[in-house]
Structure formats: structure tokens, C-alpha cells
């Protein structure tokens, strides 16, 4: 069990998947405007990158490795993700048309965000076994929501300040994303 919220903590805080790794900046950047989009975001991201870690697991133990193809892991993961996303997106479309408009392109990006396919592969990588996939690809999704809600809430308080000419709009965006990896940083003295 320790082992479990070793992984959870280090994956949501330490590593957060686009503060430390760098990996799903363009929803990250593209949906922080506002909090409750990014929460939405958020939500669809931990559904997927869940979901999709069981599914990859499951295909590349019970299918990729007893055939010995495991060279095509990224291609199988791949499409995987993008049916899984299409799932979503029917689901948002239809019982809730406002978040799923809200979310506009970014919900179909979530199929090439490169976070969800990179924890699916790091699970691989690093041998996990189920439990341990499922509890890192949650880990991660959650740190990731935690980032991209934060910085929604930031760039909410930022339009009623007055910002210089040259930081106006994704300058300051970048600057408070540069400085949030800073704070998140501090978090890497727990385990």
C-alpha cells in the first residue's frame, strides 16, 4: 500500500506529468482560460488516461507479449486511445453539449496528447504490474488536472490585473506556467 501512494504522490506532484515532463502542453495551454473548462478537461483526462491504461494493459499482457510483437505496443496504444476518445467525445456530445463545446478542439487532442500515451508507455517501461499501472496513469491524470485547474485559476485572476503590453496573453501564461514547475519542484524533497 505504500508502494501504491509512492507512486500516486510522486506521479500527481514530484513528476507532474506537464510541469516536470512536458507532456500534454497543448490542452494544458489551450484550455486553462477558465476553471470550469479546465475542470472539465480535467475530468475527461482522468476517465481516458485511466481507462486506457487498463485497456493497453490488458492488450499488451494478454496479446502483445505471448505473440511477441511488443514492437508494435505504440501503434496498438495509439489506436486504443483515439477509440477510447471518440468514446468520450459521443458520451460529452450527448449528455452534456456544454462542456463538450466548451472544450471545442481540445476534447479530440486528448487522442494525440502525448501524456496519456507517454504514461501508458512509462507503465510498460518501468514493469508495473496492474495495480500499479492503474495507480500511476490515476496519479498522473489527477496531477494533470491539478496543473491545468491552477493555472485556469491564475489566468482568471490575471485579466482583472494590469499586465504589461509585452506579457499580455500566452507571455504571461508561460511565465506563470515557468514558475508553477518552479513551486511544483519543492514537492520533489517527500519521498
Partial sequence: M???????????????????????????????????????MGGAVIFVMTIASILCYGVYALILVP????????????????????????????????????????????TTNCAVLGVVIINVQKEYNFIQAVVNSLGTAIGFTVAIVILAGLREKMEHNNIAPAFKGMPIVLVTAGLMAIAFSG?????
Fill in 67 to 110: 505473440f511477441n510483437v511488443e514492437y508494435l505496443e505504440t501503434i496498438v496504444f495509439i489506436l486504443l486511445i483515439a477509440a477510447l476518445v471518440q468514446f468520450v467525445e459521443m458520451f460529452l456530445k450527448k449528455f452534456s453539449p456544454a462542456l463538450y463545446k466548451a472544450l471545442g478542439v481540445y476534447l479530440p487532442l486528448i
Fill in 187 to 191: 514537492f520533489s524533497g517527500i519521498f
Fill in 2 to 40: 505504500g508502494e501504491l501512494l509512492k507512486i500516486a504522490v510522486a506521479t500527481a506532484l514530484i513528476n507532474n506529468v506537464v510541469l516536470s515532463q512536458f507532456l500534454g502542453l497543448c490542452p494544458f495551454l489551450g484550455v486553462s482560460k477558465k476553471t470550469k473548462t479546465a475542470l472539465g
